[in-house]
């Protein structure tokens, strides 16, 4: 069983340069979010959705953009990377229901040089 | 505003002995899910334990448990007999039922001495 499949594991970008990390899930969660991972700051949520058509900003969205088209794929995409956009990325899925973990994807480590 | 405080950047535990790992919230929804996660070196996040603010109980699951203080609004975790393969990043979480939003701390780096 798959999970959460998040794509690339690796990436390193230009300045300047736009990019749309991969993310899909097969468990039918309703919920889904993107976070990134920084030192000493913990995972701040960027965008998240609670279903296909809906997608809401998290605390951290300047420069990205997301969409939901099914309920599955939710891709986040970097418009114009910027060095302070380095960072590990992680996308996570769950039923919309306060008493369900979130399940993570492996990562993406994104470098913008 | 911070929902979410984990005051331990670091902290060390000898193989064996039992751990604790603070972690404090902040909410006024009376209906909230607070999780655990685990990060280890590898990168991935391992979901660990659950506890939910109507439950009677303090969670457990196996090694772990959750010291649940809804008056202190505290969500410890206990890590009982320490093993090597324990030192990672933990990660506490917060779940609220309006909006649904995950908040996180900034986490506690565990390493486990031999």
């Known amino acids: 069983n798959a999970g959460v499949t998040q794509t690339p594991k690796f990436q390193v970008l230009k300045t300047g340069q736009s990019m749309t990390l991969q993310c899909a899930q097969d468990m039918n969660h309703e919920y889904m979010s993107w976070y990134r991972q920084d030192p000493g700051m913990g995972l701040r949520l960027i965008h998240y959705?609670?279903?296909?058509?809906?997608?809401d900003q998290g605390e951290v969205p300047n420069g990205y953009n997301v969409s939901r088209s099914t309920t599955e794929d939710f891709p986040l995409r970097l418009l114009s990377a910027a060095p302070s956009q380095t960072s590990v990325y992680f996308c996570?899925?769950?039923?919309?229901?306060?008493?369900?973990?979130?399940?993570f994807g492996q990562g993406t480590r994104l470098t913008v040089v | 505003a911070q929902k979410i405080t984990q005051t331990q950047p670091g902290m060390f535990v000898q193989e064996k002995e039992a751990v604790t790992l603070d972690c404090t919230y902040d909410?006024?929804?009376?209906?909230?899910?607070l999780f655990w996660y685990k990060q280890p070196s590898s990168g991935e996040m391992i979901f660990l334990i659950y506890q939910g603010s109507y439950d009677q109980q303090n969670a457990t699951e196996g090694r772990y448990s959750l010291n649940f203080q809804k008056a202190r609004k505290s969500a410890n975790l206990v890590i009982s007999a320490s093993q090597l393969g324990d030192s990672a990043m933990y990660f506490c979480?917060?779940?609220?039922?309006?909006?649904?939003?995950?908040?996180f701390g900034t986490g506690t780096s565990l390493t486990v001495i031999p």
């Open positions: 996570a899925s769950s039923y919309d229901w306060p008493a369900d973990e979130a399940f």
């Open positions: 979480a917060m779940r609220l039922n309006t909006g649904n939003q995950f908040y």
């Open positions: 959705s609670v279903g296909a058509g809906i997608t």
């Open positions: 909410t006024s929804d009376p209906s909230y899910g």
